[in-house]
């Protein structure tokens, strides 16, 4: 294993294309200069970063497989392509799609344009790390339109280790993709992981991105994401947290183009002492620009959910549609959820709103359930499947449905059976 020092970093430089050099010399120079961020910070005042970066290492190779059932993987059937990217190595299963699907260590000065680096290196201490010392990923170009889904198995499994895995994808004008993202890790090592996803939309192209977030308990996730959209182009978006001690995820998404559109959809279930923080910001920059973010979750032990929105219309990205929702379900006394919407307006003609709850079940549904004859553990049951439905079928893979709800449904019947729950 290697430290996050010069040494590790001239490592790095001497496996990486000479053209790809100089901006990481660059990221390395502000790495050097940050600290882990402070919890005074408006960014991470609700998030307990109770690790030092410093204290962990880059693996010296891919590592072992992560010992856990290729659930999602299987759910999905015939494939594009198929990748792995474990602690930060990448190997590319399968393509049968004509289109660029590679690792990101390969990619020459031709594939310089698809290497967006949309995410500054000085946005923050991880992503001045991901930038200095991330050397693979996953690359995908694609230029006509493909129905059949792409799939990212993204593992981490060394104890102590820091990866940055990443994945670069731009869709050309009136093209289409979908993606699927599976992030996992065993549930008993500590580690840390800072996966970055960046993505570029033609005129009229089409992008679903579906990120299943399955760490392990003992994971530090800080996730970072942009994507930049073109005219009468469309990206979804769609996360399920489901793992991680802390998982954080900062996505960007500029609607450049006239017409342009997103889908921002996220289903979370936090139990123990998990964090999950959700910091997403739609930047309206074209005209007849439309959002939508939509995220419901429920915490129980003594998790924690995070969610800021930030929608954000420029002068002139005038007749925009945007809109935000966050609901959250309370299922312990000593679990908790933070919701914090906000706008930013400065075009005349919009139609914006936003909105977020917070509570336990509702008692007259649970009455009414128990007047037809199911007992209290039942008709909370149902309750928590009819609030987590609402995101779960709107989900642009269905294939991978059924595992999801079965998820969903085991972590509330496990912690009925425990007494964790009110």
């Not at 709103?353 to 079940?361: A, K």
């Not at 004859?373 to 149902?382: C, N, P, V």
């Amino acid at each position: 294993m290697f430290p996050l020092d010069r040494s590790t970093f001239d490592r790095a430089q001497s496996v990486r294309p000479q053209w790809r050099q100089p901006s990481r010399s660059a990221a390395f120079d502000v790495f050097e200069k940050l600290s882990m961020p402070d919890p005074k910070e408006e960014a991470w005042r609700y998030v307990d970063l109770d690790f030092d970066l410093a204290d962990y290492s880059v693996p010296a190779d891919a590592g072992d497989r992560v010992d856990r059932p290729d659930v999602i993987r299987n759910a999905l059937g015939t494939t594009a392509g198929v990748a792995m990217v474990r602690n930060g190595v990448t190997t590319i299963e399968s393509s049968t799609a004509d289109v660029v699907f590679a690792r990101l260590a390969d990619a020459g000065p031709e594939h310089g344009t698809l290497i967006l680096d949309a995410i500054p290196s000085d946005l923050d201490i991880f992503s001045a790390a991901h930038h200095a010392f991330g050397t693979d990923g996953v690359l995908l170009s694609v230029d006509r339109p493909i129905s059949e889904p792409f799939f990212i198995d993204i593992e981490a499994s060394t104890p102590g280790s820091v990866s940055f895995p990443r994945v670069a994808m731009t869709v050309a004008d009136n093209a289409s993709a979908s993606v699927v993202l599976n992030c996992r890790s065993p549930h008993d090592t500590d580690l840390v992981v800072v996966p970055q996803i960046e993505a570029e939309l033609g005129d009229g192209a089409r992008l679903e991105v579906t990120i299943l977030q399955n760490w392990g308990y003992q994971t530090k996730a800080i996730g970072q994401s942009r994507v930049v959209v073109g005219r009468d182009a469309t990206i979804r978006i769609s996360e399920v947290g489901l793992g991680a001690d802390l998982s954080r995820l900062h996505l960007t998404v500029d609607l450049e183009g006239r017409g342009s559109s997103s889908e921002i959809l996220g289903v979370y279930f936090g139990e123990r002492d998990q964090t999950l923080d959700y910091r997403y910001f739609m930047n309206h920059i074209g005209q007849n620009t439309s959002s939508e973010m939509f995220l419901k979750g429920a915490v129980e032990d003594e998790a924690l959910s995070v969610f800021t929105g930030m929608i954000r219309i420029e002068k002139d990205a005038q007749r925009t549609n945007a809109h935000q929702t966050n609901r959250n379900l309370i299922l312990s006394d000593g679990a908790a959820a933070q919701s914090v919407p906000n706008l930013e307006i400065l075009a005349n003609d919009v139609r914006c709103g936003h909105g977020s709850t917070m509570g336990p079940l509702d008692p007259e549904h649970r009455y009414y359930l128990m007047s037809r004859g199911l007992d209290r553990e039942r008709a909370d049951r149902l309750q928590v499947r009819g609030f987590f439905e609402e995101v779960i079928a709107r989900l642009p893979r269905q294939e991978i449905t059924e595992p999801l709800r079965d998820w969903f449904n085991t972590k509330f019947v496990t912690a009925q059976a425990e007494g964790r729950v009110q």
